[in-house]
Nanobody, 125 residues
């Protein structure tokens, strides 16, 4: 059964950095658009970043633009989210997601078919 497994979350001070990883258990990873979302307590899950299958295009939400970088290694079935200059408002559970249909809007939850279990990121002030 295919699954996405995130890692790399933790507690960090404001201004610090973390790198999240997400590994896909099957080899069809290279055919998927990959995205990262986050959900803070009491809030809706929101789009953070996405990357196309060939890494030619990357998209970011406005709150993270210039601070976060999404990347992927198809040979390792892995997508990364490098998070720099972290702020307390970045505190959330971060989820990776895989989308099989490139015609969908991949800035929203409905653009994805498979989700990881999430990893907690906490930024202290």
């Amino acid at each position: 059964q295919e699954e996405l497994v995130e890692s790399g979350g933790g507690l960090v001070q404001a201004g610090g950095s973390l790198r999240l990883s997400c590994v896909d258990s099957v080899r069809t990873f290279r055919n998927y658009i990959m995205g990262w979302f986050r959900q803070a307590p009491g809030k809706e899950r929101e789009f953070v970043a996405s990357v196309t299958v060939d890494s030619a295009s990357k998209y970011y939400s406005d709150p993270v633009k210039g601070r976060f970088t999404i990347s992927r290694e198809n040979g390792k079935n892995t997508v990364y989210l490098q998070m720099n200059s972290l702020k307390p408002e970045d505190t959330a559970v971060y989820y990776c997601a895989a989308g099989t249909n490139p015609t969908r809007n991949t800035n929203v939850r409905d653009g994805y078919d498979l989700w990881g279990q999430g990893t907690q990121v906490t930024v202290s002030s």
